[in-house]
């Protein structure tokens, strides 16, 4: 007790100073903490708020006109724009990581890694109006499901390979050896021993592409367009509506009507994507995949 | 050799990214070929962009077809981009170094993983969804408080908006290079006397300042090209150079969203061309920045080798 007494009286002035700024730092932490988390917090309650208000039967029956009515079309389309997309994706995504993780140890290994990363460093934008150009304009498809589903499909199949990459490699070599040892061929080895010991990381991968391609805006306005109807079938040559669509545009809209359509159709895609990201974070936590 | 098709398959399905890559640039190149000898190198220094007359006839500039009076500069869309991401990163780091060291030090680690996860939950959240939020909730708080003017549309907003969204990439990329700190550096800055704070600030700090860079420039990267979330709140001025904070702003990414309609019924296909020749020059800055960010980076695991 005495020894902590005399300590404090013997505190100089800089150490006062030192002590006073450790507890101003801190502060400065704590509020900056919470000055990165409140926006997220406000947007959800704001978007869950609006949303949930503007949710109604008639949202999933019926098809826009104008900036009126329903959304079914654009959820239909959001649906089969990104289903298309992980049809393409899946498949190269998960065979480049193959790759990749089990015979990409050499020099070409690693220039497509670099290749990879610069590709998803590339603005969505610029991929779009690549999109655009050969799809839209060169192959004369016009907005079409095709040209949306591939432009989506090309952002998320790097994401995909580095992750399925990742996550094979975590596999311990000996069950490698093991398989082969006991005769099995190279595909035998990878889809009946890596993958299935690797398969929630492939999942995760799959599931964050999916949830990038829901969320996504850019690359869409370029080559889905946007359409009052649903889905007829066609490939090409019939512009498709998607969920972020509405969003963007039916907020700048002056009436309420619109607004309630732009914030339930953010709900949704909202939902969507922190539904996944947080299944797969409490799934698979911090095991450096995400 | 032996030939083995399992391996030959995966390779060519891997050998698809290279060549997404490849034809991005090639066809943007191709493209934008009349394009780069029609508005030549003062393209990047001019500030009217202006598609010319598109109902008239067009005339021909030395083998070119253009709409009459078609003059492409984009000088104050590169001057918007530099501005709202240059003022995202300013907003940005102080925020998530002070997010991150709270975090790996400060918070009991119960809720730490739960925190933790809030802040990269950030990340993810689409970039509609930050506009939509940046013109109902920011854009009033702005426009009531801040702007002389009474409007909130404009380059600060952008700039807030861009901050809150690349905040988690330099966060969680400082927080687990703050992590990986070895315990002993801590501990002898512990036993020199040093207050927690000044353990953090003085001794670990600047163990990960390579890293925390290359997430700066990182982020960087992904501010320059983001495009949604800034053509909603940055009131999309164009011909005019950024004056103030509340100047409405374009950025390269956003213009090109922002001029599809018109780019559309130019008969002469010019203002399609141009826009590529834009979208390669922001291919081009974001290559280069995100190429530093991964030399920065790969540099910057020496904290980790040091723990060996």
Same mark, same amino acid.
């Given at each position: 007790?005495?020894?902590?007494?005399?300590?404090?009286?013997?505190?100089?002035?800089?150490?006062?100073?030192?002590?006073?700024?450790?507890?101003? =730092?801190?502060?400065?932490?704590?509020?900056?903490?919470?000055?990165?988390?409140?926006?997220?917090?406000?947007?959800?309650?704001?978007?869950?708020?609006?949303?949930?208000?503007?949710?109604? =039967?008639?949202?999933?029956?019926?098809?826009?006109?104008?900036?009126?009515?329903?959304?079914?079309?654009?959820?239909?389309?959001?649906?089969?724009?990104?289903?298309?997309?992980?049809?393409?994706?899946?498949?190269?995504?998960?065979?480049?990581?193959?790759?990749?993780?089990?015979?990409?140890?050499?020099?070409?290994?690693?220039?497509?890694?670099?290749?990879?990363?610069?590709?998803?460093?590339?603005?969505?934008?610029?991929?779009?109006?690549?999109?655009? /150009?050969?799809?839209?304009?060169?192959? =004369?498809?016009?907005?079409?499901?095709?040209?949306?589903?591939?432009?989506?499909?090309?952002?998320?199949?790097?994401?995909?390979?580095?992750?399925?990459?990742?996550?094979?490699?975590?596999?311990?070599?000996?069950?490698?050896?093991?398989?082969?040892?006991?005769?099995?061929?190279?595909?035998?080895?990878?889809?009946?021993?890596?993958?299935?010991?690797?398969?929630?990381?492939?999942?995760?991968?799959?599931?964050?592409?999916?949830?990038?391609?829901?969320?996504?805006?850019?690359?869409?306005?370029?080559?889905? =367009?946007?359409?009052?109807?649903?889905?007829?079938?066609?490939?090409?040559?019939?512009?498709?509506?998607?969920?972020?669509?509405? /969003?963007?545009?039916?907020?700048?809209?002056?009436?309420?009507?619109?607004?309630?359509?732009?914030?339930?159709?953010?709900?949704?895609?909202?939902?969507?994507?922190?539904?996944?990201?947080?299944?797969?974070?409490?799934?698979?936590?911090?095991?450096?995949?995400? | 050799?032996?030939?083995?098709?399992?391996?030959?398959?995966?390779?060519?399905?891997?050998?698809?990214?290279?060549?997404?890559?490849?034809?991005?640039?090639?066809?943007?190149?191709?493209?934008?070929?009349?394009?780069?000898?029609?508005?030549?190198?003062?393209?990047?220094?001019?500030?009217?962009?202006?598609?010319?007359? *598109?109902?008239?006839?067009?005339?021909?500039?030395?083998?070119?077809?253009?709409?009459?009076?078609?003059?492409?500069?984009?000088?104050?869309?590169?001057?918007?981009?530099?501005?709202?991401?240059?003022?995202?990163?300013?907003?940005?780091?102080?925020?998530?170094?002070?997010?991150?060291?709270?975090?790996?030090?400060?918070?009991?680690?119960?809720?730490?993983?739960?925190?933790?996860?809030?802040?990269?939950?950030?990340?993810?959240?689409?970039?509609?969804?930050?506009?939509?939020?940046?013109?109902?909730?920011?854009?009033?708080?702005?426009?009531?408080?801040?702007?002389?003017?009474?409007?909130?549309?404009?380059?600060?907003?952008?700039?807030?908006?861009?901050?809150?969204?690349?905040?988690?990439?330099?966060?969680?990329?400082?927080?687990?290079?703050?992590?990986?700190?070895?315990?002993?550096?801590?501990?002898?800055?512990?036993?020199?006397?040093?207050?927690?704070?000044?353990?953090?600030?003085?001794?670990?700090?600047?163990?990960?300042?390579?890293?925390?860079?290359?997430?700066?420039? *990182?982020?960087?990267?992904?501010?320059?090209?983001?495009?949604?979330?800034?053509?909603?709140?940055?009131?999309?001025?164009?011909?005019?150079?950024?004056?103030?904070?509340?100047?409405?702003?374009?950025?390269?990414?956003?213009?090109?969203?922002?001029?599809?309609?018109?780019?559309?019924?130019?008969?002469?296909?010019?203002?399609?061309?141009?826009?590529?020749?834009?979208? *390669?020059?922001?291919?081009?800055?974001?290559?280069?920045?995100?190429?530093?960010?991964?030399?920065?980076?790969?540099?910057?695991?020496?904290?980790?080798?040091?723990?060996?």
């Amino acid at each position: 007790m005495s020894a902590s007494a005399s300590l404090k009286v013997a505190r100089s002035a800089q150490e006062l100073r030192r002590l006073t700024i450790s507890k101003l =730092g801190w502060v400065a932490c704590g509020l900056a903490l919470a000055l990165v988390i409140a926006p997220l917090v406000d947007i959800v309650g704001v978007v869950t708020v609006h949303g949930v208000a503007a949710l109604s =039967g008639k949202l999933f029956t019926q098809t826009t006109s104008g900036t009126a009515n329903g959304l079914l079309n654009a959820i239909e389309g959001t649906f089969i724009i990104t289903l298309f997309a992980m049809l393409i994706a899946v498949p190269i995504g998960i065979g480049a990581g193959i790759h990749l993780s089990e015979y990409g140890k050499n020099r070409l290994g690693g220039v497509i890694r670099f290749l990879s990363d610069v590709l998803t460093g590339t603005p969505s934008i610029v991929l779009g109006y690549f999109a655009y /150009i050969v799809f839209i304009i060169g192959f =004369g498809w016009g907005f079409s499901l095709a040209a949306a589903a591939i432009t989506i499909a090309i952002l998320i199949v790097p994401y995909l390979a580095r992750i399925t990459e990742l996550a094979l490699q975590q596999v311990p070599n000996p069950m490698r050896e093991a398989a082969y040892a006991l005769g099995a061929k190279d595909h035998t080895v990878v889809f009946k021993v890596v993958l299935p010991a690797a398969s929630a990381g492939v999942i995760t991968g799959a599931l964050l592409g999916l949830a990038i391609s829901v969320g996504e805006t850019a690359p869409l306005i370029y080559t889905a =367009g946007w359409s009052d109807f649903t889905w007829d079938g066609r490939f090409t040559h019939a512009p498709v509506a998607y969920l972020t669509y509405v /969003i963007w545009t039916f907020i700048d809209q002056p009436d309420a009507h619109s607004h309630a359509l732009a914030y339930a159709a953010a709900f949704l895609v909202m939902l969507v994507v922190l539904a996944i990201n947080i299944a797969v974070r409490l799934v698979v936590r911090r095991t450096r995949l995400v | 050799m032996k030939f083995r098709p399992f391996r030959v398959s995966v390779l060519l399905l891997s050998l698809l990214i290279p060549a997404a890559l490849v034809a991005v640039v090639f066809f943007l190149v191709a493209y934008s070929g009349q394009a780069i000898l029609f508005n030549g190198l003062h393209f990047m220094t001019q500030i009217s962009w202006n598609l010319g007359d *598109l109902y008239s006839d067009p005339v021909t500039v030395s083998g070119i077809s253009v709409p009459p009076g078609a003059n492409y500069g984009i000088l104050v869309f590169i001057a918007g981009t530099l501005a709202s991401s240059g003022l995202a990163i300013l907003i940005a780091v102080p925020l998530s170094v002070g997010a991150a060291i709270f975090l790996a030090e400060a918070v009991p680690h119960r809720i730490r993983p739960a925190l933790s996860m809030l802040v990269e939950l950030v990340a993810v959240v689409p970039s509609v969804v930050f506009g939509l939020w940046g013109i109902t909730v920011l854009i009033p708080l702005i426009g009531r408080y801040l702007s002389p003017s009474g409007n909130g549309y404009g380059l600060l907003a952008a700039s807030v908006v861009l901050a809150l969204m690349i905040t988690p990439i330099i966060a969680s990329t400082l927080y687990d290079a703050l992590l990986q700190v070895p315990k002993e550096n801590r501990e002898s800055a512990f036993a020199l006397g040093a207050t927690h704070f000044e353990v953090v600030a003085k001794a670990m700090l600047p163990m990960v300042r390579t890293t925390l860079i290359g997430g700066i420039v *990182l982020a960087l990267g992904r501010a320059l090209g983001e495009t949604m979330a800034v053509l909603m709140v940055s009131g999309g001025g164009i011909n005019i150079l950024p004056t103030s904070l509340f100047s409405p702003i374009s950025t390269i990414a956003s213009f090109i969203v922002s001029q599809l309609d018109s780019a559309e019924s130019d008969p002469t296909n010019m203002s399609v061309r141009t826009l590529s020749e834009i979208a *390669l020059v922001l291919f081009l800055i974001t290559l280069a920045v995100n190429a530093t960010a991964k030399l920065l980076s790969s540099g910057a695991l020496n904290v980790r080798k040091r723990q060996s």
